[in-house]
């Protein structure tokens, strides 16, 4: 039975049991009960082993070694569902604790399994959300990596920093202005556009915008921003018409229609 077909009170039981098996197997130096949690068929209870985890890892220091060390033999399986896991509950333990964790970044970048990727960029967000400093460190370090890929997963994973302090990663991302590789410009656009509505960030990041050297990426950058104002218009501060009067007052560039300024 998948982990939303159990009621409420049967769900808080699963994840209670799930945390006493898995500290169980901890102490023990036993994985088979960890991997059958991070090998299950259902997302949330995946999801739910590698919160636990992190759980586990704040509450019992003195078994921490011994937790990275199950991390590291379960990061080795054939199943990329298992891989997955380890990554995810790895950027758990990252929130506070990234260079005992970081090894796993450094190598789940790599992985042949895109889900195995993609667990790298949501934990890089949720690390680097934060526990910014030594994130955006290790990031800085694949800004630049030959493989156009990694560029674009970095450049997605410090999203969410730059949606409540849009002043950490935007000089990173302006690095990334004249990529000539597609998939790389474009998330960078989406990026620009996901941080700019929220909250106090649109004025930091159209004056930083101000600063690039690129045009025409910076003007795909701004439609990109207005459009959001308009797509997350339940989520947004400002309405896309006080977007668009902000930019015509700002931004160095050509003036955008739809602007009474």
């Given at each position: 039975m998948a982990f939303y077909d159990l009621s409420k009170e049967e769900r808080a039981m699963l994840v209670k049991s799930m945390h006493s098996v898995m500290v169980t197997g901890i102490k023990n130096n036993s994985l088979?009960?960890?991997k059958i949690y991070?090998?299950?068929n259902d997302t949330y209870i995946r999801k739910s082993a590698y919160i636990n985890l992190g759980r586990i890892y704040l509450s019992m220091s003195?078994?921490?070694?011994?937790i990275?060390?199950?991390?590291?033999?379960?990061f080795g399986d054939l199943d990329?569902?298992?891989r997955q896991t380890v990554v995810n509950a790895a950027g758990e333990i990252g929130i506070t604790d990234f260079l005992q964790v970081k090894h796993f970044f450094d190598a789940g970048l790599f992985d042949a399994h895109h889900s195995v990727r993609n667990a790298v960029i949501g934990s890089i967000k949720k690390m680097g959300q934060k526990n910014p400093v030594p994130v955006l460190k290790w990031a800085q370090g694949y800004l630049h990596h030959p493989e156009p890929e990694i560029r674009r997963e970095i450049c997605h994973g410090i999203e969410l920093r730059g949606r409540t302090h849009p002043e950490d990663i935007l000089?990173?991302?302006r690095e990334l202005q004249f990529d000539a590789k597609a998939r790389v410009s474009n998330t960078l656009v989406h990026v620009l556009g996901q941080i700019s509505y929220k909250k106090g960030c649109l004025s930091i990041?159209?004056?930083?915008?101000?600063g690039w050297e690129n045009e025409p990426l910076e003007k795909k950058a701004i439609g990109e921003i207005i459009d959001v104002h308009d797509r997350y218009k339940d989520f947004s501060i400002l309405t896309q018409k006080q977007a668009i009067d902000f930019i015509n007052k700002e931004w160095r560039g050509n003036k955008i229609p739809g602007s009474n300024t």
């Open positions: 088979k009960k960890v991070f090998s299950d003195e078994s921490r070694e011994n990275i060390e199950a991390l590291e033999a379960l990329f569902k298992v000089p990173m991302l990041v159209i004056r930083h915008l101000n």
